[in-house]
């Protein structure tokens, strides 16, 4: 069971980025800066780290998080949604004046 989906939203932006670039991949660190805004990088841009925890797939696209945020967010399901604004520094949806933005809900245990 994925523990990360997707609004329509999203998928539309994830469509259209990999139209320009190619299959992506998507991480969440849960860093100071951008930590709701999952990253989305070019796959062979980014080095999954050997801690990292793949939580399931949006949009045909693979999505990790760090195991410290997996830990910390195990009870809780992830939505990636759009908002106005830019995407971080390195990730692919910059420039494109909307970001993905990580919603979440507390899941049945």
């Not at 670039?21 to 980014?46: I, W």
């Amino acid at each position: 069971m994925s523990k990360v989906s997707a609004t329509p939203a999203a998928l539309d932006l994830i469509a259209e980025i990999v139209a320009d670039h190619g299959p992506v991949l998507f991480h969440q660190s849960g860093g100071c800066c951008d930590g709701s805004s999952p990253m989305c990088y070019a796959q062979g841009d980014f080095r999954v780290g050997e801690r990292d925890v793949k939580l399931g797939e949006i949009g045909g696209a693979p999505f990790y998080i760090s195991a410290s945020q997996a830990e910390a967010w195990a009870h809780t399901d992830l939505i990636i949604d759009v908002v106005p604004g830019r995407g971080g520094m390195f990730s692919l949806d910059n420039g494109r004046e909307k970001r993905f933005l990580t919603r979440s809900e507390i899941c049945s245990i």
